[in-house]
């Protein structure tokens, strides 16, 4: 299947795209699609892919970014062990992102100690160079949460320690299909986390809620051929999962890399940004790990104190539930912009509105 | 953050690999690629850590695929492969078909 697939050959996407509007025709109603990642995002926005959908088709981005469901307090927690002299490496994207009070890159423009990593790993090498303490903000899903699991399993030195932001997508697929105001008929699931979950996690979705799910690669052909795979389903009036990523996915997923989140991280009820509270979604580390929790090791203040105005007019929660759209938001491209931004789906490269601002925003259907 | 990028094992020492992005040399764990990796093979790399190993018969394809995707942006390859900036590095793209 894959062989005849050829990134940007325009005559496989002009026939995908034909498939398409047949599939519409046969469903005669309109259907949305959501997705559940930047990076897809990133290539339906660069590509214009939306501009190729047939009339009643949209697709929509779900809660994809993990810098953006990143909750609040969890960045004031970073926050305030950077402004108590620890040593704070976390991922660029979360570099930026605002506190109650304060981002990181405030804290580090009044003196604190904060950097930027690339990897876990090089969080621990930080770790090994210096004397204080260094903590990891560890944020992202599945596919950064192994490697934090990894680094765990290795014995990093004792003055390393995890803050740990990490999320786990599947259930708040859940709750977004559960919402009143979401009409979701079927989810393109994320490639790159399916690769660590395996895409059979998604057996039990697709028969409690009774919709098609289709794990999606990330060019645009791969982006058409999931979104038609998905009609074929719905045009069918049947629920089902198929795997249109297979150079990257199995059903089983990276066993090894399960394995080391498991034998890690715990799942527990809390916050995505915006959006819910969510039962079983965010890892935290599990009791054999508590030596390295950050939450364990130091007394971390809570912020008190109002959030910025503008804050409260910030729409990413409804943003990333999927049910507004940034341009639908006053702030948007104003108030809010890459450089100054208020909400943080406008600071991560996989921000719904940074990328709407960064292509020219959702094409006119 | 989410966009694996495929690069050749060039190096491995326990855990620690070095791994070439067209041309660009990182280190990559492989901690939790979940197979045995040797020099020559090809992972796809998230954040400095390997998380699959990318089977024989699909490596071309996959190549390809993502020289195109970076052709036009090879800086973004370079942000994907956690290269700081593009004054030391020359991505050696395939470029589009």
Known sequence: MSEDLKFRDPDAAEELAADLEELMDRIDDPVEIMHVCGSHEQVIAKFGLRSMLPEGLSITMGPGCPVCVTDMPEVDEAVALAEDGKVVATYGDMFRVPGTRKSLADAKAAGASVEVVYSASEAVDLAAERDEEVVFFATGFETTAAPTAAILQTGPPENFSVLSAHKYVPPAMEVVAEMPDTDVDGFLAAGHAATITGYGLFEEFVDGYDLPVVVGGFEPIDVLYGLRKLLEFLAEGEDGLANAYPRCVTREGNEAAMDAIREVFDLTAGEWRGIADIPDANFVLSDAYAEYDARERFDIEPVEGDVDPLTEQCLCGDIMAGTTSPEECDLFGDECTPSNPVGACMVSDEGTCKIHLEYGGRPDL | ?97
């Open chain 2, 1 to 97: 953050m989410c966009l694996g990028v495929p690069g050749e094992i060039r190096e491995i020492d326990g855990q620690e690999a070095v791994a070439d992005f067209w041309g660009v040399e990182r280190r990559v764990r492989l901690d939790v690629v979940g197979d045995a990796v040797e020099v020559g093979d090809y992972v796809l790399n998230h954040a400095g850590f390997a998380i699959r190993k990318i089977p024989d018969h699909e490596v071309e394809e996959t190549m390809a695929i993502y020289e195109s995707l970076f052709a036009d942006d090879p800086d973004e390859a370079l942000e994907e492969i956690g290269s700081q900036g593009s004054e030391t590095a020359e991505l050696e793209l395939g470029g589009d078909e």
